[in-house]
C-alpha cells in the first residue's frame, strides 16, 4: 500500500538532482517530533520535581547528546552508503542492524467519564483491531500524514496543558517542590532517558529521504521543535504543582474541556505513533521473512500477526509497567547513547585507516578532539542513565502489586490498577 508520487511529500516540491517519492529533510522532521513526542512529555513535571532546577539542565544536556547521537547514526548510514553501492541503491528494511552489524560485528483508560465504559481489557481489543490497517503501510514514506498527525496531536495538547496548569494556578497559588535525594533523581533520570529515547528509529527514517546526507539538518530541526514542547510543560508544570505533582501531570489538571482535549490528543499521538515505532520492526521482520517490498497479502498477514501478538501480550500482561521500566530504563540508554557511538568510530575507522596504522591513530586522525570529547561524554551519560534508572526501576520489578491478573482470567482486572492513567 503506498501513494502515488503526487502526494508523497507535500512539504518541499521535486526537483530532478533528488530522489524522487523520498521524504524531505522537514518531512523527515517532523517523523522525528511525531516519534519520539509522546507519553514521556506527561511525566517531565515530576521528573522535574524528583531532580529540581538540576532537571532542566539534565533535560537541556540529554536534549543536545541524544540529538549528537542522532545525528552520529545518520553518519554512519552515509558512510556505509559510500562504502558499499548496494546501501545507495536498494536501502535496507532493517538500517539500524545493519550499522551495529556493519560497526561492532555480531557481537489508555480515556473513557472513564463516559458512562458506556468498557473494561480496559476490551478497549486492547478495540484498539488493536483499529490500528491493523496503518499498520500495513510500507516504509516511512509512505505513512506521512500520520507522522504529522502525531506531531499536531502533540503540539496542540502541550497548549493545552500550559492553559490549564496556568489557569489552576490563577486559582490555587503554587505548591512547594520536594527534596531531592539520590533515589528522586535517579528516578528522574529514568524518565528523561525515556523522554529522550528513540533515536534506533533514525535509520529507518534516514533511509527512506530523497538527500539522505542531510538528515543531521532533520534531526537539530526536530529536537529544537522537542525542545519547545518539553521545556513549557516541565517548568509550568513543576512550578505549580511542585511535591504534589503526579506521574502523569493529566492527573493533576482539572477535569475540563482543556483536560478531556489532551487526553484525545495524546491518545491519538500514541495511536499514529504506534504505528511509526513498530515499522523497522515490521520491515525487519519482512526482510527475514523474504516479504515482498510492495504491498501484498503477505505484509499484511505478517503485520497483522505481529499486532495481534502484541495484543493477545497485553492481554496477558495488562498493566506491564514495571518491566517495561527496567527493560527500557537500559535499552533506551544503550541503543540512544551507546550503540550509535561505538558503531560510529568503528565504521569511521574502517573507512579511513590507513595500511599498518593501529586503531587509535585513525581514531585520532580522522575525528576531532572535541568529537571524542562528545563521544566519550555521550558514553558515560549513556552508562549513568542505564545504571541509575534501572537502579530505581528494580523495586517496582519485584513488587507483587505491579502485576494484575491476566484478561483471559479476569476481564475487569485491568480496570482496578489503572488509577495512573489518563
Not at 506527561?42 to 521528573?47: H, T
Amino acid at each position: 500500500m503506498s501513494f502515488d508520487s503526487s502526494c508523497q511529500d507535500p512539504i518541499l516540491p521535486t526537483s530532478s538532482n533528488i530522489l524522487h517519492g523520498g521524504l524531505t529533510v522537514f518531512t523527515a522532521a517532523i517523523f522525528i517530533t511525531g516519534e519520539m513526542a509522546g507519553t514521556g512529555l506527561l511525566a517531565l513535571p515530576k521528573a522535574m520535581d524528583q531532580a529540581g532546577w538540576y532537571g532542566m539542565i539534565s533535560t537541556l544536556v540529554l536534549c543536545m547528546l541524544s540529538g549528537y547521537c542522532g545525528i552520529k547514526l545518520g553518519e554512519c548510514w552515509t558512510m556505509l552508503r559510500q562504502m558499499s553501492p548496494v546501501y545507495c541503491e536498494e536501502g535496507s528494511r532493517s538500517p539500524f542492524q545493519v550499522i551495529a552489524t556493519e560497526g561492532c560485528g555480531r557481537v489508555g483508560n480515556l473513557f472513564d467519564n463516559i458512562p458506556a465504559h468498557l473494561p480496559v481489557c476490551v478497549w486492547i481489543i478495540i484498539v488493536a483491531v483499529v490500528l491493523l490497517g496503518p499498520c500495513w503501510l510500507g516504509t516511512p514514506k509512505d505513512s506521512w500524514p500520520i507522522a504529522i498527525g502525531a506531531m499536531v496531536c502533540t503540539a496542540i495538547a502541550c497548549v493545552f496543558i500550559t492553559i490549564s496548569a496556568l489557569v489552576d494556578y490563577g486559582k490555587r497559588g503554587s505548591t512547594p517542590p520536594s527534596e531531592i535525594t539520590f533515589k528522586s533523581f535517579s528516578f528522574s533520570m529514568g524518565t528523561m532517558f525515556f523522554a529522550w529515547g528513540g533515536s534506533a528509529m533514525f535509520p529507518t527514517i534516514q533511509v527512506d529521504m530523497r538527500q539522505p546526507h542531510r538528515f543531521h539538518i532533520s534531526v537539530i530541526i526536530s529536537y529544537i521543535i522537542l525542545l519547545v514542547f518539553y521545556v513549557p510543560v516541565s517548568i509550568i508544570g513543576y512550578s505549580v504543582y511542585g511535591a504534589s505533582v503526579k506521574d502523569n501531570i493529566l492527573a493533576n489538571l482539572p477535569k475540563n474541556f482543556l483536560r478531556y482535549s489532551v487526553e484525545i490528543l495524546i491518545t491519538g499521538h500514541l495511536a499514529m505513533a504506534f504505528t511509526i515505532v513498530l515499522n523497522p520492526i515490521f520491515q525487519g521482520c519482512e526482510e527475514l521473512t523474504r516479504v515482498p517490498k510492495h504491498f501484498c497479502w503477505q505484509r499484511a498477514a505478517l503485520r497483522s500477526g505481529i499486532v495481534l501478538f502484541l495484543a493477545f501480550m497485553a492481554e496477558t500482561i495488562p498493566h506491564f509497567g514495571a518491566i517495561l521500566s527496567f527493560i527500557g530504563s537500559s535499552t533506551v540508554s544503550i541503543l540512544g547513547f551507546i550503540l550509535p557511538v561505538f558503531c560510529y568510530v568503528l565504521i569511521k575507522v574502517r573507512s579511513t585507516q590507513l595500511v599498518h596504522e593501529r586503531f587509535t591513530e585513525t581514531v585520532f586522525r580522522v575525528i576531532p578532539y572535541w568529537d571524542i570529547a562528545l563521544l566519550i561524554l555521550s558514553l558515560i551519560v549513556g552508562f549513568f542513565g542505564a545504571i541509575a534508572s534501572s537502579y530505581s526501576s528494580f523495586s517496582d520489578l519485584v513488587n507483587p502489586h505491579s502485576y494484575v491478573k491476566p484478561c483471559w482470567l479476569d476481564p475487569r482486572s485491568a480496570d482496578s490498577s489503572n488509577s495512573t492513567l489518563f
